[in-house]
């Protein structure tokens, strides 16, 4: 099964810009879909996006459409998560995901078996 691991999170003011990466290890990265969710204190954990296996297909949560973009490197068993224009309400621990018996699309309504630890991202005002 695969294992992995989130970095890049920290404090970052409104409208400025950070990138989460997962890097995966322990299986076939390639094998897998994966996705970014997050939750905020107090809040149900949320989708945020997700790629197919070969990056050619991506999903966005209406919340943050428009300024994240999911992407991976197979090459480097790596995903990555590109946040611009961050807002407040993007204050959040975000989650790797992976899954290798389903879609991306799936992603979308039901998270997949393999979680990372989480990193914290601070949106300040």
């Known amino acids: 099964q695969v294992q992995l691991v989130e970095s890049g999170g920290g404090l970052v003011q409104a409208g400025g810009s950070l990138r989460l990466s997962c890097a995966a290890s322990?299986?076939?990265?390639?094998?897998?879909?994966l996705g970014w969710f997050r939750q905020a204190p107090g809040k149900e954990r949320e989708f945020v996006a997700s790629?197919?296996?070969?990056?050619?297909?991506?999903y966005y949560g209406d919340a943050v459409k428009g300024r994240f973009t999911i992407s991976r490197d197979n090459a480097k068993n790596t995903m990555y998560l590109q946040m611009n224009s961050v807002k407040p309400e993007d204050t959040a621990v975000y989650y790797c995901?992976?899954?290798?018996?389903?879609?991306?699309?799936?992603?979308?309504?039901?998270?997949?078996?393999?979680w990372g630890q989480g990193t914290q991202v601070t949106v300040s005002s």
């Open positions: 995901n992976a899954d290798s018996l389903v879609t991306a699309s799936v992603l979308v309504k039901m998270a997949g078996d393999y």
């Open positions: 322990g299986d076939t990265f390639s094998r897998y879909v």
């Open positions: 790629i197919s296996w070969n990056g050619d297909t991506t």
